[in-house]
């Protein structure tokens, strides 16, 4: 549920993004009829069993596929355990590279797939590992196996892991509403619209986007800082990847904190997103 309602909190699509996105649903076939101008971040959540030419593309004559649908947008892949491993592992270049390129005798072709994943899994095979409500009966050797399913490599490229508890289902039905979507698309609006200010000269416009030499340029930090970043790398075995998508998050956290700075909290917060690099 989580998941699905991301699309309601995510920053307006620029003219230009919409425009782009138009042209990649243009090109596929799907636009709507009756509204054939793509205005708001897709949200693409293909089923385990999608083949590898739907989720990258592909085709006697090349067809975007689900990671170009979701462009600036969102691809949210759920059960992530239950989708065939090499499709997965497809996705780590697009991850990097923000684009896929589909070779063909005759051709090759490149479409844009900058999305955002969002993938849910569970703790172990029964689910209930670490739950309150009932006893996980999986063999560590079981667990195991089963996060295994997901490589290290795919691991490290997404910038956030987080462990959620099951919700008793009186809570699910409570009335209490802590912040609106609405209130939340605002900060995120406002913190979109400082980081592209701030990238103005710099040809990007997200935290997300900064290369090593901007990070530098953008994310100092105190001494004091610098050496928790340092003792987590070491006592996480952290890659250098990771390191570096702490300090991204951590700079968008202290942006949707109005700050300018990059604090203590922010940090420590970034860092403990990355919960399954604990798991050896
Ligand atoms: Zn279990």
């Given amino acids: 549920?989580?998941?699905?309602?991301?699309?309601?909190?995510?920053?307006?699509?620029?003219?230009?993004?919409?425009?782009?996105?138009?042209?990649?649903?243009s090109v596929s076939g799907i636009l709507s009829k009756k509204n054939p101008f793509v205005s708001t971040r897709p949200f693409r959540s293909p089923h385990h069993t999608v083949s590898r030419t739907s989720l990258v593309g592909g085709g006697r004559i090349p067809k975007p596929g689900e990671i170009s649908l979701a462009h600036f947008g969102v691809l949210f892949l759920d059960e992530l355990t239950e989708f065939n491993k090499n499709n997965i592992e497809l996705l780590r270049g697009p991850l990097e590279d923000r684009k896929i390129t589909i070779s063909r005798l005759e051709a090759s072709i490149t479409y844009p797939a900058n999305f955002m994943l969002i993938a849910s899994m569970n703790p172990c095979p029964c689910g209930y590992y670490g739950s309150k409500e009932?006893?996980?009966?999986c063999t560590p050797e079981q667990i195991k196996r089963y996060l295994q399913k997901i490589s290290g490599p795919i691991l490290d490229r997404i910038d956030m892991h987080i462990e959620v508890s099951g919700v008793p289902y009186k809570k699910l039905k409570g009335t209490e509403m802590i912040e609106t979507s609405e209130e939340v698309r605002k900060r995120v609006n406002e913190a979109r619209k400082v980081q592209i200010n701030r990238y103005k000269n710099e040809g990007v416009f997200s935290n997300s986007e900064l290369t090593p030499k901007l990070i530098t340029k953008y994310c100092s930090m105190e001494k004091a800082n610098t050496e928790l970043l340092e003792k987590s790398f070491k006592k996480l075995h952290l890659s250098a990847r990771a390191y570096s998508k702490i300090i991204k998050v951590a700079r968008t956290?202290?942006?949707?904190d109005n700050s300018k700075e990059i604090k203590t909290q922010h940090l420590a917060e970034a860092i403990q997103y990355r919960s399954l690099d604990r798991i050896e």
């Fill in 1 to 25: 549920m989580l998941s699905q309602r991301i699309q309601t909190i995510l920053p307006d699509m620029t003219f230009e993004e919409a425009l782009e996105v138009t042209k990649i649903h």
């Fill in 134 to 137: 009932k006893e996980c009966r």
């Fill in 253 to 256: 956290i202290a942006d949707l």
